[in-house]
């Protein structure tokens, strides 16, 4: 059996990965489902798995700090949404990667080429930490997303990224909130919008809020190590902020 670890912070897209692996790789063993960083780490420097799909993006940040805290010596296939600026820096260093949402003939495609380059007693060959520094290059000469096509009862429109307060999903759609608390369906996911949306304005608050730095009127303990967030325009349910995204929210919100 091949041990395989599949780093995921989105639940469904962990599942659905998961289930595609049993049906085209039914020699591939899942050992473990890692949802941030931190959790990855502690993983890595305690076990070892033949193969690893890393997410570049978890609950705690970039998957890429994992490079700076423990030596990775084995294959990975990389996953994203929408990164294009990744998407090059994979193809320059000729590592695996997959688009989301994942295709079966894409993820047999992956498994083939691991299957072809790998060997027990030949360690890969591409520097990860190399690697990480040509995304955070491309990453910082990528310019972020500066309005979206929206939909607003039946007519076709845009919003400027200066205009959002927050992003959120709810019974299956997702949905731009602005400043001035217009509502507008926007036909991407959460996972795609996050990529292409400033990192320094925007911050993904859970599974189903993104939020602006503008929108914050107040961020209240909440649960221990949870936060609770007090957004402009108000917001119906809460917004909570988990205990593994909280540390990275306050040094976000001190920048």
Not at 27 to 50: K, Y
Not at 130 to 144: C, D, G, H, P, V
Not at 190 to 196: C, D, P, R, T
Request: aromatic share 10%; hydrophobic share 40%.
């Amino acid at each position: 059996m091949i041990k395989v670890l599949i780093a995921e912070d989105e639940k469904p897209s962990a599942r659905k990965l998961k289930a595609m692996l049993e049906t085209v790789a039914p020699d591939f063993q899942i050992i473990d489902i890692c949802e941030s960083v931190e959790e990855l780490i502690l993983f890595l420097n305690q076990n070892t798995v033949d193969l690893i799909f890393l997410d570049i993006h978890l609950a705690d940040g970039n998957s890429f700090e994992i490079f700076k805290n423990t030596q990775v010596q084995t294959p990975i296939i990389f996953t994203t949404a929408y990164d294009q600026y990744a998407i090059q820096a994979f193809e320059h260093n000729s590592i695996g990667y997959l688009l989301k949402p994942i295709a079966a003939d894409k993820l047999s495609q992956a498994i083939q080429k691991f299957r072809s380059n790998y060997h027990e007693d030949t360690p890969p060959t591409i520097d990860y930490a190399q690697l990480s520094k040509a995304i955070a290059l491309q990453q910082s000469e990528t310019s972020f997303r500066e309005r979206f096509m929206v939909y607003y009862r039946g007519i076709i429109k845009t919003v400027n990224t200066n205009e959002i307060a927050y992003i959120y999903a709810e019974n299956r759609g997702v949905f731009i909130c602005t400043h001035k608390g217009r509502i507008y369906d926007i036909n991407q996911t959460l996972e795609q919008l996050n990529e292409e949306l400033n990192p320094r304005v925007f911050f993904r608050a859970n599974r189903k809020f993104i939020v602006s730095i503008n929108a914050i009127v107040e961020a209240h303990l909440y649960s221990k190590s949870k936060l609770k967030l007090e957004l402009k325009p108000p917001v119906d349910n809460d917004v909570i902020i988990s205990s593994e995204r909280a540390s990275k929210f306050k040094q976000w919100l001190s920048k």
